[in-house]
């Protein structure tokens, strides 16, 4: 069969344009976490309007096409996150996955991108399971903390200071119980022990039942494995029922937005372990400022993370040449992060490993100026804090 110069040359250029027009197309960038419940305030519609900054900031185009920024509410329930996150890998042909809120949620997320071969960055889960016993080539555990990291930081200086009886108080799924679990882990290694625990659902908001058990169990420490409102309300029922009158009350994962809320009179002597803090140095003032303006609040270190979660990712892919989901993770593996988040790297097994910090809230009289509510206590490497890698179940640690 013979094809004459003009049709091969209509079908080249058929071809070119075809080309042309998909490699045009948006890449797009998805978030998916809590944009109504429990967790929305320290992150929802704020996070995901972080996530646009850092696009606008890269220059809102990544080798040449637009990048688009998905967004949707998980409810904190999994099945949504899942569902959602699959239809958008599938059909809109996701590039790259941000993860906020609930460890439930984050964790089936997790399992979808892995299958996807999708680069999957979590900001906001606490339980470590991520990057532990559910590690997955594509998975990154970018969040300030872990509920591993937090309680060696934590839960260990409240021990050495002497409060060796716990009582937990826990939110009732996966987060809560890691939270938990990794600190009873922690205290009964330093000598301490456990007294008792009970659950609380997620949102609730009578804790008085709970609390009566906490008293009556003579433990020193009253320790709160939730966050968000949950912790918020718990600690309003603590000084309504002075409860912490007889039990030094500990926050094993605590925002600053939560103290805020709280204010100082309430919250004042708690320790925390964190490793952002919007004061912290120049480059943090510099992004909580702009983010103030907005919300006319200052952020979470979650937000902070989604918008250093996406910067990352567009730099990699950019090194990378490609939007190959192996090939992204591989640059991600291999490069320092230095910004106002974090300076830190990537492990093998997907977790951001950085410096952690023991903060004490200040006491009323202390605070200088609206916000200024932490002092720092000391400093926790990263290595030292996170799970090091001989007691780590991923596989990935051992290639």
């Excluded at 809120?101 to 996807?116: G, K, P």
């Excluded at 058990?213 to 420490?221: G, R, Y």
């Excluded at 809320?261 to 320790?271: E, I, R, V």
Aim: charged share 25%; with cysteine; hydrophobic share 40%.
């Amino acid at each position: 069969m013979k094809f004459s110069k003009i049709t091969l040359a209509a079908a080249a250029l058929v071809l070119a344009m075809g080309a042309k027009a998909q490699n045009s197309d948006p890449i797009k960038i998805g978030f998916i976490t809590d944009m109504s419940g429990a967790y929305a305030d320290i992150d929802g519609a704020a996070g995901a309007e972080v996530v646009k900054w850092a696009v606008s900031d890269f220059g809102g185009k990544l080798l040449g096409r637009p990048i688009e920024v998905l967004t949707s509410d998980h409810q904190n329930k999994p099945d949504v996150a899942s569902v959602t996150a699959r239809e958008w890998m599938d059909k809109e042909k996701l590039q790259m996955l941000i993860g906020g809120t609930n460890s439930a949620a984050l964790l089936a997320m997790s399992r979808i991108s892995a299958e996807r071969s999708i680069p999957f960055l979590a900001t906001g889960p606490g339980t470590a399971r991520l990057t532990n016993e559910e590690c997955n080539p594509y998975a990154v555990h970018y969040s300030a903390f872990d509920t591993s990291a937090v309680t060696k930081v934590g839960a260990a200086a409240l021990v050495n200071a002497g409060y060796k009886s716990w009582y937990f108080l826990a939110a009732d799924y996966v987060f809560g119980q890691s939270l938990a679990g990794d600190a009873a882990r922690v205290v009964k290694a330093m000598g301490g022990n456990i007294v008792g625990e009970v659950r609380a659902p997620l949102g609730n908001s009578d804790y008085s039942s709970f609390l009566m058990q906490a008293q009556h169990s003579k433990a020193q420490i009253l320790a709160l494995a939730n966050t968000g409102k949950d912790f918020a309300n718990s600690m309003k029922s603590i000084k309504e029922f002075g409860v912490d009158k007889t039990m030094k009350v500990a926050g094993l994962l605590v925002f600053i937005n939560e103290i805020h809320s709280l204010g100082l009179k309430t919250t004042a002597g708690l320790q925390l372990a964190d490793s952002w803090y919007w004061d912290q140095d120049e480059g943090s003032r510099k992004f909580s400022r702009r983010f103030f303006e907005k919300y006319k609040r200052m952020p979470s270190n979650i937000q902070a993370a989604n918008y250093s979660a996406a910067t990352t990712y567009l730099k990699a892919a950019q090194k990378a040449g490609t939007t190959d989901g192996k090939k992204v993770m591989e640059a991600l593996k291999s490069t320092r992060i230095d910004d106002f988040f974090n300076k830190g790297y990537i492990r093998a097994d997907g977790r951001l490993i950085h410096d952690m910090y023991l903060f004490e809230v200040k006491k009323p009289e202390d605070s200088k100026s609206p916000w200024d509510y932490y002092k720092k206590i000391s400093t926790v490497p990263g290595e030292q804090a996170f799970i090091p890698p001989a007691e780590s179940k991923c596989p990935l640690l051992r290639g």
